[in-house]
């Protein structure tokens, strides 16, 4: 089965094309950071109207790299939540409106169990049951996966997510968007031990998140070295990492208490934030030592992509699942709502 995916659920246009026997065929992705960097974050209307410029150039694209004709595509997948309204509805309309003149099934995808399934692309794909934690720009959640729609929810942020937590961040110190990139690479120069932030919500039992003190007391620590008259570069470095070790560090605790509590032994990451190295490098030591195995996609299918998309799709297709003809978004969309296949 052939199956073209499409991905706006926020800043970015992912297409793709994905075969259920052969795998990836070709995928193809505009950022729109360009457009949004100037106002700090992304302007939702401009969003819209960039996918709508994007989406066929970029559908023409993969069909030209993957070698094939657009009458041999069996099904159209789109993400239909959770995320921008607006941005949601141009990848829906545009799904609808080719599986209609293509006389194909659409099937909306949820834009969190793409991300989950993404290491699926990979050649070192988990195998059911995992835990997974899902760290992007606005979700933050540890998940027990029995299956493909089989998802219970063991913890999540009470706040801000763990990719928000990093942009928020990064703007309070007058670093450019998307923030996590940005905080990443001042924290590969940062000096160890100089700044130690709080673990937040790792001193009580439970799985549950909270990012929003940790962006306070980095604003702080930043507000009393800049009174102090030190701006310097390296002291923006020596934050970012006392930052990002933080957050690491309790994403890692959170892990651990979670694959205990499960007695899994196999962690899949995924969403934006699982492209950070510090974090990989601190699970893989942490499964390392519980003799278990941590997964994640490459670093491009970490962040929003249409490959993800197209894959989750096609095995909701392949079960005999997809949509009506009415093109329906949904802005929120608690993934445990899924049916099972
Ligand atoms: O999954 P994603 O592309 O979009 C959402 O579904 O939200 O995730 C985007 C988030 C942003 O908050 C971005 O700052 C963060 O992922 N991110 C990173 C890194 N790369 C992207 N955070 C930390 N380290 C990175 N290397
Ligand atoms: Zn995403």
Redesign the pocket.
């Known amino acids: 089965m052939l199956v073209l995916g499409l991905e706006t659920?926020?800043d970015?246009t992912g297409v793709a094309l994905y075969d259920s026997e052969q795998g990836l065929l070709a995928d193809a992705l505009f950022s729109q950071i360009d457009l949004h960097r100037v106002y700090g974050g992304v302007v939702p209307e401009l969003a819209s109207r960039d996918h709508v410029k994007r989406m066929l150039p970029l559908i023409r694209q993969v069909l030209a790299e993957a070698g094939r004709e657009a009458a041999q595509i069996d099904a159209v997948a789109y993400t239909a939540g959770p995320g921008l309204v607006g941005a949601l509805l141009v990848g829906a309309s545009c799904a609808q409106a080719l599986a209609l003149a293509w006389g194909v099934p659409a099937v909306g995808v949820h834009?969190m169990e793409g991300?989950l399934l993404a290491p699926m692309l990979e050649e070192q794909a988990p195998a059911f049951p995992f835990v997974a934690l899902l760290v992007?720009?606005?979700?933050t959640q540890l998940v027990r996966v029995d299956g493909i729609g089989r998802y219970e929810l063991l913890g999540e942020s009470v706040d801000d997510?763990a990719?928000?937590a990093?942009?928020k961040t990064a703007k309070l110190m007058g670093l450019r968007y998307?923030?996590?990139?940005e905080?990443?690479r001042l924290a590969d120069q940062g000096t160890p031990g100089r700044f130690v932030f709080p673990r937040p919500m790792t001193d009580r039992p439970g799985l549950d998140f909270s990012f929003s003190g940790l962006k306070t007391f980095t604003l702080n620590t930043w507000q009393q070295c800049r009174g102090a008259g030190d701006e310097s570069e390296q002291t923006r470095c020596d934050i970012a990492l006392a930052f990002q070790q933080a957050v690491v560090e309790t994403l890692t605790i959170k892990c651990r208490r979670a694959l205990k509590q499960t007695g899994l032994k196999s962690l899949v990451i995924a969403?934006?934030?699982s492209?950070?190295?510090a974090?990989r490098q601190a699970l893989e030591k942490m499964l390392g030592e519980l003799n278990g195995q941590v997964f994640y996609a490459r670093p491009r299918f970490?962040?929003?992509n249409g490959a993800m998309i197209a894959y989750a799709g096609c095995q909701r297709l392949l079960a005999g699942q997809h949509d009506g003809p009415a093109i329906g978004v949904q802005a929120r969309w608690p993934m445990e709502l899924l049916p099972a296949i």
């Open positions: 659920s926020c970015e834009h991300h992007s720009g606005g979700h997510a990719g928000e990093f942009d998307p923030g996590g990139p905080i990443a969403g934006g934030v492209a950070n190295h974090l970490c962040t929003d």
